[in-house]
């Protein structure tokens, strides 16, 4: 059975500084997020204990759910804020609907 040949690919990938986001980093403490080749998710490394996960976008968009309202809580200015899409649901809980916004929320958190 013949092997298949290896494929090559360009990947996207942003960065930060996570001094700009949080104030118990260090300098130099960095956030990168790297788009899979196929583009069904992402690779996201904090360098800060050097942390590491592979998220595909569903399982991102259940984070975002998860996280509900804990987003953006204390953040009046819709600008300023990492999901302008909190919306709630029938029981009285919020959570951050991204669906096709996915895109927005990487830029705004890539820079």
């Not at 942003?14 to 992402?42: A, C, I, M, Q």
């Not at 029938?90 to 820079?111: I, N, P």
Request: glycine share 10%; aromatic share 10%.
């Amino acid at each position: 059975m013949p092997k298949s040949q290896p494929k090559e690919s360009k990947r996207t990938s942003r960065w930060v500084d996570l001094d700009d986001y949080d104030h118990t980093t260090k300098p130099g403490e960095f956030l990168e997020v790297t788009e899979w080749s196929n583009g069904e998710g992402f690779d996201l490394h904090i360098s800060r204990g050097e942390q590491a996960v592979s998220l595909t976008w569903g399982e991102f968009s259940a984070l975002q759910a998860a996280l509900g309202d804990w987003i953006d809580k204390d953040i009046e200015d819709e600008e300023d804020k990492v999901c302008p899409y909190v919306v709630t649901a029938g029981e009285g809980t919020s959570y951050c609907k991204l669906g096709v916004q996915t895109a927005d929320l990487l830029a705004k958190l890539t820079g």
